[in-house]
């Protein structure tokens, strides 16, 4: 398919917008390593850069960038091999497995990665640094002024995490049905300690920090979507109702104010009413765990017209 080299390019902008983070997880699948394939990423996209301005973007971009990074990555590790004689056997590996059904586990691949940057055996900061670098694409230096940090001690966090993972032979798999709680359970922490991080600090606080919030609210949206469990809907909905407050949160000092003397019209109603009906599908399940319970406490809140009116027995 041609197309002009200016279109082109705004093409593969648009493709690392839309695919570079599920591009991502799976160069990781299949090449097992994280710098490794954020390695191939980069190469993947500047070959596209070069080669889809003259020959076309492809029909299926996101194949052939994973096919593309693949190869780059094999390459690297020819080139190294004169120096590390166990490159050549990787790469010869590498270069030997079939790939055809690469792309059929995308979305299972995503979540691999989710589970991988939330394994337990890191620590929760080096947690939430990880899955922020990784399935959220945001740059260090952004991770690190939205935690009011040095950009050196997020980056030495997320090596580690990185070390830890390659060490430690954490596998880059979905826990088995017997070890989903724990594990998820250790997700939903991460999760939510990223948003509390953006909303505790929404008073005054600097927009890239308070977008953590959002970025929060893409992860759970992208939980859900991949594994819709009923703690996940609870997490979700727990944040969204959170977060349909935010203007009313705050006074025009940026003084906190109390929930019952909070402008009840600057409430997002649609917030609330998608955080209501997640609540609903998470208690229906009889299956719910203490996010779903938070959330639905939220939810008799966010739907009573005033303070008078609140539903003390229901809650």
Known sequence: MGCGGQSATAAVETVYRAESRRVLATLIRLLGDFDRAEEALHDAFAAALQQWPRDGVPGNPRAWLVSAGRFKAIDALRRRARFDASLRLLAEQLEGEAHEAELDEVEDDRLRLIFTCCHPALPADARVALTLREVCDLTTEEIARAFLAAPATIAQRIVRAKARIRDARIPYRVPEREEL??????????????????????????????????????????????????????????????????????????????????????????????????????????????????????????????????????I
Do not use: K
């Open 181 to 314: 709680p724990a594990r998820l359970d250790s997700v939903l922490r991460v999760i939510y300690l990223v948003f509390n991080e953006g909303y505790s600090a929404s008073a005054g606080a600097s927009l890239t920090r308070a977008d953590l919030c959002a970025e929060a609210i893409r992860l759970g949206r992208l939980l859900l979507e991949l594994l819709p469990d009923p703690e996940v809907m609870g997490l979700l909905a727990l944040m969204l109702l959170h977060d349909a407050r935010r203007a009313a949160r705050t006074d025009a000092a940026g003084e906190l104010v109390r929930l019952e003397d909070q402008d009840r019209s600057a409430w997002d109603r649609r917030l609330i009413a998608e955080g209501s009906m997640l609540v609903r599908r998470a208690l229906a399940s009889r299956n719910f765990g203490p996010y779903a319970l938070q959330a639905a406490i939220v939810a008799v809140h966010a739907e009573t017209p005033s303070a008078e009116q609140t539903d003390w027995a229901q």
